[in-house]
């Protein structure tokens, strides 16, 4: 393999020229890729050359070793450091332990010793490399099992062996895209009887479903799998009605295949849900629908709600649909825009309160609207009745005929969606607004850093990054740093102040990085700013 790249960083060029000349670097597995006589300088050079050790004195001009080393691993973690050292400095540097220096190094250098320690240093590279590879090759293996991983998952799920709570863990770790409103299992049934003389049933059955990968993957957003002999299909759908599609497009791919392939093909399909976990009810629908293909007959499809006995169990998934489309009509008030909300309503409409044909079902589906109204404005810390103006929705509700009581709901509803933007809008203008008066504050502090600031606030770091961002248009880093830079400006034209004391005062420890990063933000140094504008 290369040799591993070294950046050495000291300020006396006669030990680089002697570490350069007496070292066989490249017998021992290294090159040495650059050299720097400052701390700011070995950042730029690391930035560059991105080496895989970094060799540093610690007493250097503009910034030390160690100010240089902490920032160089939180840009390369894996980065190996080795500390240059004087007798006098060596408990010193020790403090920098949490930095996981490879080795303390003191002056004067022995050239047989510096040699060990990197003969030693390569053999520790060279197994650290070698773990990577075998993880790489792990990662490979995961890779190529994720399908039959995924499958399985699929069987567990429709099984019902997958509690809820470790759902969203599960798909995470498959790599599966469930996000949206609703979910179908479709169960494909081709027919090992009815076959064409010149192929295998089983090749038939694969055509079949690699037929159906291509047409309804991308519109479906649909997985597949085999389970008991036939390939199911869970598929997802954008709203309720959207039922009724997926079902004519089985039936035209039912006839499609009998066409094309000579297969015959029953489609069955189950009962909407909309949450991945229920896919079992779903499944359990669409093996029944395919059972029914005896008295509907074959190659087409079958769906459960169409076909099912209209007793019990029909006004059970008549329940579940209604409940399934307010749980919808309550993520939308939560999440969607107004139209979002105005079609959720509509699809509640069509499935509870058009559907009903005498004043006990009617009465039924508005209890239960009501019901889901008070526990939706509890769960979000919203008071109903003084939303909708009534004291009591259950004695209210039932006295309105279904279109009043569709327009009543759709006002309610966009009354709640305006609550809770606005109660978010205030809290994130609160969230910032304190974050912005703690950096006047505090921002002379040396350690003000993003993760200091999201634990005064009790949120994580990355939330408080992105928010900060959005409302102000800065990262917090580079809105700390201008304010420091206005500070610094305030105190070099209104004061007499040293430059080291301004650096202090507006939160840095270096005057020399002080003085860097001035130069970088105005073009000139602290000095020259000072003197440019002491006459005006």
Known sequence: MNNYKLLIVDDEEDVIDVMLKRVLWDEIGFTVAGTANNGVKGIECAEAIEPDVIMTDIKMPYMDGIEMAKRLKKEFPSVKLLLLTGFDELEYAKEAIHLEVEEYLTKPLNVSELTDIFKRLKEKLDRENDEKKNTEKLRKYFDESLPLLQANFYVELIEGRLASERLTGYLSEYQIDFDSAYYCAVVLHTSKTVVPSDIDPFLLAFSVRREAENIFTEKWKAKFFEYLGNTVMLASLPNAKALSDLTDECDSFCKEMKRSLGAVVTAGIGV??????????????????????????????????????????????????????????????????????????????????????????????????????????????????????????????????????????????????????????????????????????????????????????????????????????????????????????????????KNYVIAEKTGYSDANYFSYVFKKQFGVSPSVYRSQHENK
């Not at 999201?454 to 102000?472: D, I, M, N, P, W």
């Open 272 to 497: 909407i849900c909309s949450d991945p976990a229920d896919l079992k009810q779903s499944y359990e629908g669409a093996r029944d629908a395919v059972s029914y293909r005896v008295i509907y007959g074959t190659g087409r499809a079958i769906n459960i709600r169409e076909v099912a006995p209209k007793g019990k169990n029909a006004k059970e998934n008549s329940d579940s649909a209604s409940g399934q489309a307010l749980a919808l009509m309550g993520k939308k008030i939560l999440l969607g825009s107004e139209d979002d909300i105005n079609s959720a309503i509509q699809e509640w409409y069509d499935i509870s309160l058009s559907k009903c044909s005498t004043v006990r079902e009617y009465q039924m589906a508005v209890m239960e609207l009501a019901g889901y109204i008070y526990k939706f404005a509890t769960d979000n810390s919203l008071d109903a009745e003084k939303a909708s103006g009534q004291a009591d929705l259950y004695n209210y509700l039932p006295q309105m005929e279904k279109m009043q009581l569709k327009e009543w709901l759709t006002g309610t509803a966009h009354h709640f969606k305006e609550q809770l933007d606005l109660a978010r809008s205030e809290s994130t203008r609160s969230f910032v607004d304190k974050a912005l008066d703690y950096i006047k504050e505090d921002y002379s502090e040396k350690n003000l850093s993003v993760e200091g600031m999201a634990e005064k606030l009790s949120v994580s770091g990355s939330y408080f990054q992105s928010v900060f961002k959005k409302e102000t248009g800065k990262t917090f880093n580079n809105y700390l740093t201008d304010y420091r830079m206005k500070e610094a400006v305030r105190l070099l034209t209104e004061t007499d102040d």
